[in-house]
């Protein structure tokens, strides 16, 4: 069938996008003025030592030759060893992808659920106060950055009320046994109900500081949606049939109104992953974000490159499930 | 004396408040509909037909207003509750609609669209209908119904898809069915063959049909009587035999010379000189005289009331 041969094609598309990209991070980032050897050993050395430095670390061979090192280590699993910790990079990556993961799937969750939700609200009562609020809500949430938004959130419910912790994942001195590395999960599968709150209470900010941007623009997108499928025949027909209101809204209407929704929840992916990077700098949340920051900091190259292979090979997979959501909602995709 | 109608319309009115107009798309309209009898409604487009029949199911949109009375088994629907409201449509009373291609929901199979209507009216579920569904795609001419209802709406052709409307329209086995133009978008032997589906089920299930079209050829295939709409009023009303053998309107005799007809072939088929009045700017006296070659002094500032001739209602001053 088409779908299966489509998913197949998009496979072997992934092998080149992900080489694509290792080249290019790496170009820019041997572009960036600075090397770790400057940096790790200052100015005043030996040129033995640096030399010695460099040989250990392949940076005295050109440039193709080192990404070909990397490259053909990496088609075999191996990322290298963090020129800073001296661990395996795959480790240090592992360590902190649980709480990058958890940082973005809360917040997607957020921005799809209400996103939806306030988007199917202001559509079915367009041109009243509860539509008006919408709008002007996603209007502003566009607008605002995330660094402002997530400054403005510690100021107000941290400082002032003082509800909610700054920074961190966890309390000093609360602890969870460690399965996931997903907190909230790790929490609920020992049924520690205190250190579930707490880890809840240290994502709250984060989460939706990251996820406003998202949250705002699928109000839009799921509204307009929804104004243009409710004007359709076939929702006449439905209610001529009978079917209650809120089921022509919620069935009816939103499975078509999703299929562009859909595409937009897509591409809002890519830019979460790109606001966790802010988000964890605002929030000190020891993630991936923080990770890559510290990397090109120090020019860490073998941790970046691994960072963004993992992150490239991350958002081929999302989309690809995204198409496979796509037939799902629209049999004119699947039997094509 | 006691009324025999199942559907009794009464002055009714319907205008639209947009932002810079208001426009008066019905105008006092009275109609009735028996049981197992066919009411034909012609008019050309623009004149109402469509709103009349939508405001009977209570599916205008908000900004509609509607007055006067819609008696429905000594109900008046037009104060039920939404609520009540939805437990008659699909059920009770039935619409079919001009648009096969656009009326089926696309990411719903047929199973699921026509098991719906069991479920909301019927109380049943799922496995339980799957015999009945089968059957009624069966009675409406649909060929391998098992495997059909699996498909989705993209899958079937525009004659299929308003068979399946059919199905769904008669499956509660209504009082009343309500077609807007069911043919109008198919081509003509599907559409002959639609039309004798809707006269057997109507024959078998005793329904009330209320055809609606601007096709007088139509209307003499299926109605025992026939409304002439123009510009929301009724201008003509009368059995459907009166109306081809002794139009009385000006307007109706316009519309009998549309109907194409095999004996004159070469000639190119007459049309009515002008257009509908647009209903935000109704002209003063008759609404037709603009357009009329019978026209009187007083046509264009007198509006003509309703008169009966002969048992048949009219309205023109030539009567
Ligand atoms: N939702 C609406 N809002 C405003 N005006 C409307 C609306 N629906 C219909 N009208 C107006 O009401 C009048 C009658 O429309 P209606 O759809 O009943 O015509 P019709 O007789 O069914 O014509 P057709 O043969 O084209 O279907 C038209 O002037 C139209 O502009
Ligand atoms: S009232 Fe006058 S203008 Fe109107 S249809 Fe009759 S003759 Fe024609
Ligand atoms: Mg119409």
Not at chain 1, 29 to 49: C, E, F, K, Q, S
Not at chain 1, 76 to 101: C, H, K, W, Y
Not at chain 1, 182 to 208: C, E, N
Not at chain 2, 250 to 256: E, F, K, V
């Amino acid at each position: 069938m088409a779908l299966y041969k489509y998913f197949i094609k998009r496979l072997a598309l992934t092998l080149p996008t992900l080489i694509g990209v290792s080249i290019i991070v790496f170009l820019l980032i041997h572009m960036i003025p600075g090397d770790p050897v400057d940096i790790m050993l200052g100015d005043r050395v030996t040129d033995a030592a640096r030399l010695a430095l460099e040989e250990r670390l392949g940076l005295n061979q050109p440039l193709h030759i080192q990404y070909w090192n990397w490259f053909s280590n990496a088609i075999r699993g191996d990322f290298g060893i963090s020129i800073r910790s001296n661990q395996p990079v795959i480790e240090e990556i592992m360590s902190r992808l649980p709480a990058t993961v958890e940082l973005t799937v809360v917040a997607l969750l957020i921005a799809v659920i209400f996103g939806i939700l306030f988007g199917v609200s202001a559509a079915r009562y367009r041109n009243t106060p509860i539509d008006y609020s919408m709008i002007g809500f996603s209007l502003l949430g566009v607008s605002i950055p995330i660094f402002w938004l997530g400054m403005m959130l510690i100021f107000f419910f941290s400082v002032m009320l003082g509800w909610l912790p700054v920074s961190g994942r966890l309390a000093m001195g609360t602890a969870i046994p460690q399965v996931t590395g997903l907190y909230l999960v790790d929490a609920l599968i020992s049924g520690k109900i205190g250190a579930f709150w707490d880890a809840l209470k240290h994502l709250a900010l984060p989460a939706f500081s990251l996820a406003t941007v998202s949250l705002a623009l699928i109000v839009r997108v799921t509204r307009s949606s929804m104004l243009d499928i409710l004007s359709e025949d076939y929702i006449r027909t439905a209610r001529a049939k009978g079917v209650h209101e809120s089921k022509v809204i919620y069935t009816h209407a939103l499975k078509n109104a999703m299929i562009p929704v859909v595409t937009v929840i897509g591409l809002q992916l890519a830019k979460l992953m790109g606001g966790a990077i802010l988000t964890e700098t605002v929030f000190s949340w020891p993630g991936i974000g923080r990770l890559i920051i510290t990397a090109i900091g120090v020019r860490d190259y073998p941790v970046v490159q691994g960072v963004v292979f993992f992150v490239a090979f991350a958002f081929i997979a999302i989309n690809i499930v995204v198409d496979l959501f796509y037939a799902y909602l629209d049999p004119r995709i699947r039997y094509d | 004396m006691p009324d025999l109608s199942l559907l009794k319309v009464n002055n009714l009115k319907i205008e639209f408040a947009t932002d810079r107009s208001k426009i008066l798309a019905v105008d006092g309209i009275d109609i009735s509909l028996k049981r197992g009898k066919t009411l034909g409604l012609v008019g050309e487009s623009g004149c109402g037909k469509s709103v009349t029949a939508l405001a009977i199911m209570g599916l205008l949109p908000r900004h509609a207003s509607i007055s006067g009375e819609v008696f429905f088994k000594e109900r008046d629907l037009l104060k039920l509750k939404n609520k009540d409201m939805a437990k008659i449509r699909g059920n009770q009373i039935s619409m079919i609609f001009q648009e096969p291609m656009t009326s089926l929901n696309p990411v719903f199979n047929i199973e699921y669209q026509m098991a719906e209507v069991f479920k909301l009216h019927r109380g049943k579920s799922g496995k339980e209908v799957r015999p009945e569904i089968v059957d009624l795609l069966r009675t409406v001419g649909i060929p391998n119904p098992e495997r059909r209802m699996k498909d989705f709406p993209h899958q079937l052709s525009g004659g299929m898809r308003q068979r399946v409307m059919i199905a769904i329209a008669m499956a509660c086995e209504p009082d009343i069915l309500i077609a807007d133009e069911p043919t109008t978008a198919l081509d003509v032997t599907i559409q002959a063959q639609i039309l004798e589906l809707m006269n057997e089920l109507q024959r078998v299930h005793d329904t009330g049909l209320l055809m609606i079209t601007h096709d007088l050829g139509v209307i003499a295939q299926v109605a025992e009587k026939v409304v002439v709409m123009y510009a929301g009023h009724i201008m003509e009303y009368s059995g459907v035999k009166e109306i081809f053998s002794d139009p009385l309107h000006p307007y109706t005799r316009g519309l009998l010379k549309t109907i194409p007809r095999i004996s004159r072939k070469t000639k190119r088929l007459e049309e009515i000189k002008g257009t509908v009045p647009h209903m935000s700017n109704v002209p003063p006296g008759c609404r037709f005289h603009d357009r009329c070659s019978e026209r009187l002094a007083r046509c264009s500032k007198e509006t003509p009331p309703v008169s009966q001739v002969n048992g048949r209602t009219v309205r023109c001053w030539l009567y």
